[in-house]
């Protein structure tokens, strides 16, 4: 069975400070690997995707890695600001079926 | 690009009412279009997919139910609302390039 697991569940740190969040997947066959952003009472927001053959993609001061072959991604937020408060949610797509696999997500407050 | 109107963003429903949702797509054709619930606190679930018009699968059995009049609309229905059924409910889409899973903004909605 297809599962995507998230940690940590949540997560509180200050403002300026970075971190790291985890997924961890055992989909197969893989497509692709998305990390989504989502405010509360708002719709997912994409922050990157990636590809079997992309180890790391960036966007601002987000950083997406994939490892494929211990089957792991992490996002790392750097010098955090009170806007990154929400829930990051890492979807990964298998090339065999229509339905993307969701994690929990993890809840990320950001503390002036 | 893609963009997913969904409506209305709020709805407060009595128990037994019955439920309308409505989701567009724009900039795509033959997207494969989503509905999700969103318990608070919790991760979104799967309820339904369409990979085409009239083309309906259901995930989790319930009294909700899905239809797709036109490639681009896609509509959750209820005839009689449970207290069960209240959740965040997202609408999401995947466009013909299969590049990114867009989602609506979403709708809160109440029964009471």
């Known amino acids: 069975k297809n599962q995507v697991e998230q940690s940590p569940q949540s997560l509180i740190i200050l403002e300026g400070k970075n971190c790291t969040l985890q997924c961890n997947y055992t989909v197969s066959p893989f497509s692709n690997l998305r990390w989504y952003k989502q405010d509360t009472g708002r719709g997912p927001v994409s922050l990157t995707i990636m590809t079997f053959s992309e180890n790391t993609k960036s966007n601002g001061r987000y950083t997406a890695t994939l490892d494929a072959d211990t089957k792991q991604s992490s996002l790392h937020i750097t010098a955090s600001q009170l806007s990154d408060s929400a829930s990051y949610i890492c979807v990964v797509e298998s090339g065999g079926s229509y339905i993307p696999t969701f994690g929990r997500g993890t809840s990320l407050i950001v503390h002036p | 690009s893609q963009t997913i109107h969904q409506w209305p963003a709020t709805l407060v429903q009595p128990v037994g009412s019955p439920l309308s949702l409505e989701c567009t797509v724009e900039?795509?054709?033959?997207?494969?279009l989503y509905w999700y619930r969103q318990a608070a606190g919790r991760g979104l679930q799967l309820l339904f997919y369409?990979?085409?018009?009239?083309?309906i699968s259901s995930e989790v059995p319930q009294n909700l139910s899905a239809s797709r009049p036109q490639d681009r609309q896609f509509i959750l229905s209820s005839k009689k609302l449970l207290l069960s059924d209240s959740g965040f409910y997202l609408c999401a889409c995947l466009g013909s390039s299969n590049e990114k899973l867009f989602f609506g903004s979403g709708t809160q909605l109440s029964v009471l």
């Open positions: 900039g795509t054709s033959n997207p494969n």
């Open positions: 369409s990979v085409g018009i009239g083309q």
